[in-house]
């Protein structure tokens, strides 16, 4: 069960903040609502019912991506569509979380 969750939400230490330093791009999957609520400055909100019709896009981009939700869950969901499409993807968990990360 450990094994699971580490694979779903990152089991390995990752530096967030370099990442962010490098360009990535922050896709927040919850809906527009829970978006409008809360979210990190910058994001992009694409919901993970929507994640694969924006893979094109993110894909032009040609910069890692780090998917963040509520809880972790989604944005697990969304990392692995999104790694399946061959893109560098990193799940950050709860936005509000990996908010802290980038700051500090």
Known sequence: MLGFLKKIF????????ELMSNGAIIVDVRSP??????HISGSKNFPL????????DLKKLNKP???????GARSG???SILQSAGIEVYNGGPWTSLKSKIAS
């Open 65 to 71: 991506v780090i998917t963040v939700c509520r809880s």
């Open 49 to 56: 019912d929507s994640i694969r019709s924006k893979v094109a």
């Open 33 to 38: 609502g829970e978006y409008k609520a809360g």
């Open 77 to 79: 969901m969304a990392k």
């Open 10 to 17: 990152g089991g390995t230490s990752v530096n967030y903040k």
